[in-house]
T-cell receptor
Framework: GEDVEQSLFLSVREGDSSVINCTYT??????LYWYKQEPGAGLQLLTY?????DMKQDQRLTVLLNKKDKHLSLRIADTQTGDSAIYFC?????????????FGRGTSLIVHP | GAGVSQSPSNKVTEKGKDVELRCDPI?????LYWYRQSLGQGLEFLIY????????KSGLPSDRFSAERTGGSVSTLTIQRTQQEDSAVYLC???????????FGQGTRLTVV
């Protein structure tokens, strides 16, 4: 099955850019997502990219997809303390056309003043 | 409804008791997913419902776990003879046929004592 890997922690200073990385094994995934989870809350869809795209920008968020290296990243510009949360990478629509999203373990982003 | 609704938000139960967790998906969404999130872990897929098709139960960890979806809408996840290792946050998500991104509820935090 699909394997999705993320580093567990990232610490940045307020105002800097944050880059959260994700690697995966199933190159046939069609949809690639980034979700945000704040303490005690469910997952909130932040943005997504189709596998036929290389980049997507949405305000402070930039998603980059490197299909050759099976690498997905989320860049948050001008990171704020309110961005502190767990960020999950998720893939869907891979081998066999599975529509069950597979999630990484999540990256805890800590933003300090 | 406006979003995915889960109840209860918190549940404390004694080891050996049965529990039922409820999920009310977004109106009109045909797909419904259950995931489990243990402390420090990613999202573990449990079960997937799509319309009137037979559910994908491949993620259920044991025969103590079962789920049903009545009328293509509300779903109930049942855990029989709960064990301490069942303690986790149980997350429900739904998606539409047209757009596959999953929208999550706030989760049910289950504590087995």
């Amino acid at each position: 099955g699909e394997d999705v890997e993320q580093s567990l922690f990232l610490s940045v200073r307020e105002g800097d850019s944050s880059v959260i990385n994700c690697t995966y094994t199933d190159s046939s995934s069609t949809y690639l997502y980034w979700y945000k989870q704040e303490p005690g809350a469910g997952l909130q869809l932040l943005t997504y990219i189709f596998s036929n795209m290389d980049m997507k920008q949405d305000q402070r968020l930039t998603v980059l997809l490197n299909k050759k290296d099976k690498h997905l990243s989320l860049r948050i510009a001008d990171t704020q303390t309110g961005d502190s949360a767990i960020y999950f990478c998720a893939l869907q629509g891979g081998s066999g056309g599975s529509y069950i999203p597979t999630f990484g373990r999540g990256t805890s982003l800590i933003v300090h003043p | 409804g406006a979003g995915v609704s889960q109840s209860p938000s918190n549940k404390v139960t004694e080891k050996g008791k049965d529990v039922e967790l409820r999920c009310d998906p977004i109106s009109g969404h045909t797909a419904l997913y259950w995931y489990r999130q243990s402390l420090g872990q990613g999202l573990e897929f449990l079960i997937y419902f799509q319309g009137n098709s037979a559910p994908d139960k491949s993620g259920l960890p044991s025969d103590r776990f079962s789920a049903e979806r009545t009328g293509g809408s509300v779903s109930t996840l049942t855990i029989q003879r709960t064990q301490q290792e069942d303690s986790a946050v149980y997350l429900c998500a739904s998606s539409s046929f047209v757009s596959p991104e999953a929208f999550f509820g706030q989760g049910t935090r289950l504590t087995v004592v």
